[in-house]
């Protein structure tokens, strides 16, 4: 029997609306916490649990068929992968910020700056954008702290409420990437399988029909 493979955030800030969602869907999910892998007793899909960096890669290679992730790592993975259907949670943006104190007029006050990001090819294609030329440092995580450490003069980091920003003395200066969750899939999945992801696109949208 064909059975899809959906791919899910293990453990972070899209893990708990995923899992909300296929809940709400009515998919039973078996034994699945902590695990690796888990599969469901009403519907035929397993879940993977991975780091959300790793899971545009995997939809791409087909080791999961589907997978949620936020479209600031669907942009920033920039792999072979389609939008299937906006999710609507997880919402937050990439911002740029910079010291409280410091002067700021427009993002042509970047030229020539360095700035601290996780999300380095979102970061450049804005700038592009701008014409401004920066130096971008990319680190995995804490970016928020580089500009105290002097690290870097600015930071392009994601913000939800901006509390985060204010207690490392930072001021949101550009606003560059909107992202909410997203349900990814490969490009080039076979028809059985396509089929079944319509029918739980059906059920995710009936849902959002429902509630809106
Ligand atoms: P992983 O260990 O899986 O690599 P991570 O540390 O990269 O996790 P999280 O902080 O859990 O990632 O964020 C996952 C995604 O959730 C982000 O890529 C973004 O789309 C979204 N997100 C991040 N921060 C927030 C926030 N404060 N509010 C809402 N959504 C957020
Ligand atoms: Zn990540």
Do not use: W
């Amino acid at each position: 029997m064909t059975t899809i493979k959906l791919a899910i955030q293990k453990s972070g800030r899209l893990s708990e609306g995923s899992m909300d969602l296929i809940r709400r869907c009515g998919i039973k999910v078996k034994n699945g916490i902590g695990k690796l892998k888990a599969e469901a007793s009403n519907f035929p899909i397993e879940f993977l649990f991975l780091r959300d960096d790793d899971i545009p890669g995997y939809v791409q290679d087909g080791i999961a068929d589907i997978g949620i992730i936020g479209e600031n790592v669907m942009v920033e993975e920039d792999r072979d992968v389609t939008v299937l259907h906006k999710l609507g949670f997880s919402r937050c943006r990439l911002s740029i910020a910079v010291p409280k104190g410091d002067q700021y007029n427009g993002v042509k006050d970047l030229q020539d700056k360095s700035i601290a990001t996780s999300y380095p090819k979102i970061l450049k294609n804005y700038l592009d954008e701008h014409g401004v030329v920066a130096d971008i440092h990319e680190i995995s995580g804490s970016v928020e702290i580089a500009p105290s450490i002097g690290l870097a003069d600015a930071v392009c980091d994601i913000v939800s409420s901006g509390s985060t920003l204010f207690q490392n003395g930072l001021k949101e200066v550009e606003k560059i990437f909107y992202s909410e969750a997203v349900m990814v899939g490969s490009p080039n999945m076979a028809e059985e399988k396509m089929e079944l992801v319509r029918k739980l696109l059906f059920r995710i949208k009936s849902l959002q029909t429902a509630e809106s």
